[in-house]
Nanobody, 114 residues
Framework: QVQLVESGGGLVQAGESLRLSCVASISIFNFNTMGWYRQAPGKQRELVAR??????ANYADAKGRFTISRDFAKRAVYLQMTSLKPDDTGVYYCNVYLGTSYYWGQGTQVTVSS
C-alpha cells in the first residue's frame, strides 16, 4: 500500500505561480510513473503531467507552463505551475503506478482568480 500526501495548493491570481508537492510513504525509485491530474468542477479528472521511472516527462498542456520533477531522497514529485489561468482551477491529485496498481492522493485545491 502506498500513501500519497499532496500540498501546495491555494488561491492565487491569474499570472501567478504555485508549486505542488506530493510525498510518498515509500521509496519512489520503483514507481513506473508518477503524475498529476486535475479535476475541475463538473468535469472528469484529466492528466496534467506525468514522469516515468526513466525520467521521461509528458504534459497535457504543450505551452510549457508546467514542469514536473521528482526528488528520490525526499520521496517526492513536484508540479511547478507558472502563468496560471482561471481554467487551471481544480483539485490536483497525485498519482503513482507501481506494479499493477494505481494509487491516488487526497488532492489539493488550486483556485486561480481573474
Amino acid at each position: 500500500q502506498v500513501q500519497l500526501v499532496e500540498s501546495g495548493g491555494g488561491l492565487v491570481q491569474a499570472g501567478e505561480s504555485l508549486r505542488l508537492s506530493c510525498v510518498a510513504s515509500i521509496s519512489i525509485f520503483n514507481f513506473n510513473t508518477m503524475g498529476w491530474y486535475r479535476q475541475a468542477p463538473g468535469k472528469q479528472r484529466e492528466l496534467v503531467a506525468r514522469i516515468t521511472r526513466a525520467g521521461s516527462a509528458n504534459y497535457a498542456d504543450a505551452k510549457g507552463r508546467f514542469t514536473i520533477s521528482r526528488d528520490f531522497a525526499k520521496r517526492a514529485v513536484y508540479l511547478q505551475m507558472t502563468s496560471l489561468k482561471p481554467d487551471d482551477t481544480g483539485v490536483y491529485y497525485c498519482n503513482v503506478y507501481l506494479g499493477t496498481s494505481y494509487y491516488w492522493g487526497q488532492g489539493t485545491q488550486v483556485t486561480v482568480s481573474s
